[in-house]
């Protein structure tokens, strides 16, 4: 039986040895049809997992208090958002740490130096949010806050950038014409992508911020914060504790029990979830277009078996009249369908690992993550379209009659 | 019992809206071990006949009994195991594949009865020594002559040992000498190995091989005699 077997597809490789040329014209489609399954699949992949990075990152935890972009028109004095907010959200059960948040692009110079960086005006709790690392000196205390005190924690890239070699603990660098003292250098973090990229900026007290720069921002307390970054405690009990922060801002901002926020709390996990299902259309998509270019690449393999059943029809008499069975002719043919788009297949993983990885190596911003699984199942695909696309083409070589077949000229 | 028994054969084809009587009534019996020649113009249903008796074909109508297989009532698709066993068959055309080594093409009837690898190279060599043959058993069908071919295609009808040979215009292709050669192989496989062979031919010298000699007109035997 094996011998059977094995004498079958024998013949049927030798079938494709005789047709090099139209052999490979027919896996072509199925080539492309899998190398792009595989790259396709790879940049997907790659795709999902550095958005996920970047969101682990970022913290799953935190969550924004801002004034919303597209304001309700209804709303007719809209708070802004202020420390009177940042304090009430503190003292929200479950929240670990809220943060005033502002930033802007500064010039600064050091010297003969002069760049333009990010700072961000803050309080001490913005360290108990991030998971920054302190490189060098300190960072400002509650007392820096309080007293207005010019310092600056620079970010690894932006000490680099500024001061080179020398040591810039101490150092006075000069942000809008206001001189501030270097207190601290922080670890570089590697993070970028979505919120504030500490390597690339600069930490000041908020208090500091206000009343120094030049930005618009004046001393009163009260006066608008770009947003208010908050820490929960635990991230599966967020909805409770986006509402008690919700009641407390509405409380600060004297709102009244029917009337609509004037503000906005967004959570990570929302964007998790919006994030996940677009990168869910796009595996859909990709998907789709995989089928499609092997759906064209199986009517090829069927399309030249069609050709190859019909040229070989005398020899299929004779096999015939010499015992072959409908069954020995059928798996013959089926055998060479499948011969035929597995070859495909095969050069189509081998061509799609290689762009893959040339992604992979060479590519920053399109993110490219080849998995074993994805190579198995374009693979396997391939030989399911050999089989699909060759079984009517084959079981028509096997409904041929030995006399019929055999007069065919 | 006979080895090959037909009773009241009758083929009937359908040709657009004509309908064409190929063979009306045909009983005949052959025993183990004769040489037949079957003769008749084109058109007498010779052709018809014999594939009906190479179990390629079934009859309109009549029973055909292949050394004890009842062929009529058997379905087609099962005819396959009994012209495997039963009968070797030699075209007029070689019907050798192409691409394929001699030794290949012997070996190939052997496929497909699920014959070891093993068995079926000796197997096909013996057969190519019996045809004399066996020096040229890795060559293509094309590096050989056409001589040569048919007696590739004598040794493949041998290799299961079937005890019956079809031959249809066996020598249709072949150059005198030639001819002459096969020919001699056929009788050769007759004599010493007994075995039955049945051979289609239009020309009168062929059909002088054979002991019995049967005749052909419009779907009919007309005469059938056995020489002495």
Not at chain 1, 41 to 60: E, I, P
């Amino acid at each position: 039986m094996i011998d059977t077997f094995l004498s079958i597809l024998r013949i049927s490789l030798k079938a494709i040895m005789a047709n090099k040329m139209r052999a490979a014209l027919t896996s072509l489609g199925i080539v492309i049809g899998v190398a792009a399954v595989i790259t396709m699949l790879a940049v997907g992949s790659g795709t999902q997992q550095s958005m996920n990075d970047r969101f682990s990152r970022f913290g799953t935890n935190t969550l924004y208090l801002r004034q919303p972009w597209d304001l309700d028109e209804s709303i007719s004095s809209p708070k802004d958002i202020t420390m009177d907010d940042v304090r009430a959200v503190r003292k929200v059960n479950g929240v670990v740490a809220a943060a005033p948040y502002i930033s802007s692009s500064f010039k600064v110079k050091y010297g003969i130096t002069s760049t333009s960086i990010d700072v961000l005006a803050t309080d001490t709790d913005i360290f108990n949010i991030y998971d920054w690392q302190l490189e060098n000196g300190r960072t400002f205390t509650e007392r820096d806050v309080e007293t207005y005190a010019q310092v600056a924690v620079l970010g690894a890239t932006v000490a680099e950038t500024i001061f080179n070699d020398v040591d810039p603990l101490g150092k006075t660098v000069i942000f809008n014409e206001i001189p501030f003292t270097v207190i601290g250098v922080m670890k570089k973090s590697g993070q970028g992508g979505f919120g504030f990229d500490m390597d690339e900026g600069t930490l000041i007290p908020y208090t500091t911020g206000k009343v120094k720069m030049d930005t618009g921002w004046n001393n009163s307390d009260r006066r608008a914060l770009d947003r208010v970054i908050i820490r929960v405690e635990d991230i599966n009990d967020i909805e409770n504790t986006k509402e008690a922060i919700s009641n407390a801002v509405r409380n600060t901002h004297k709102i009244h029990p029917l009337g609509k926020d004037d503000f906005q709390l967004d959570d990570m996990a929302s964007w998790i979830e919006e994030a996940k299902a677009a990168s869910k259309t796009m595996s859909i998509l990709l998907g789709v277009i995989g089928a499609v270019s092997l759906l064209v690449g199986g009517i090829g393999v069927m399309n030249i078996m069609l050709v190859s059943v019909t040229e070989r029809t005398r020899e299929i008499g004779i096999r015939m009249a010499i015992g072959a069975t409908s069954a020995d002719i059928r798996l013959q043919f089926l055998a060479e369908a499948v011969t035929l788009s597995c070859i495909g297949g095969l050069i189509g993983v081998l061509i799609g690992v290689g762009i893959s990885l040339f992604i992979e190596a060479h590519s920053t911003n399109i993110p490219a993550h080849l998995s074993i699984i994805s190579i198995f199942i374009s693979f396997g695909f391939s030989a399911a379209t050999g089989i699909f696309f060759g079984f009517y083409p084959a079981y028509k070589a096997s409904k041929l009659t030995p006399i019929d077949a055999l007069r065919y000229e | 019992m006979s080895l090959i028994e037909t009773t009241d054969l009758y083929k009937t084809y359908a040709i657009g809206d004509v309908q064409v009587h190929a063979l009306q009534g045909v009983s005949i019996s052959i025993e183990r071990g004769e040489f037949v020649a079957v003769m008749g113009p084109s058109g007498s249903g010779k052709s018809t006949f014999m594939n009906i008796l190479g179990c390629l074909d079934k009859p309109t109508s009549g029973k055909y009994i292949l050394d004890g297989i009842d062929v009529t009532s058997t379905e087609l698709s099962k005819l396959a195991g009994v012209r495997n066993r039963k009968i070797g068959f030699v075209f007029q055309g070689f019907n050798l594949i192409s691409r394929t080594t001699a030794l290949e093409n012997v070996e190939l009837p052997m496929v497909y009865n699920h014959t070891s690898a093993k068995e079926r190279k000796e197997k096909a060599m013996e057969a190519l020594k019996a045809v004399g043959l066996e020096q040229r058993a890795y060559h293509m069908p094309n590096q050989l002559s056409g001589g040569q071919q048919q007696r590739v295609a004598i040794a493949r009808s041998l290799v299961c040992d079937a005890p019956i040979i079809f031959a249809d215009e066996p020598t249709g292709n072949l150059d005198t000498k030639m001819s002459i050669e096969v020919m001699d192989l056929f009788t050769r496989l007759n004599k010493e190995m007994g075995k039955t062979i049945i051979l289609i031919t239009h020309e009168p010298d062929i059909a002088e091989y054979a002991g019995r000699l049967i005749t052909f007109r419009d779907g009919k035997k007309i005469s059938d005699e056995v020489k002495k």
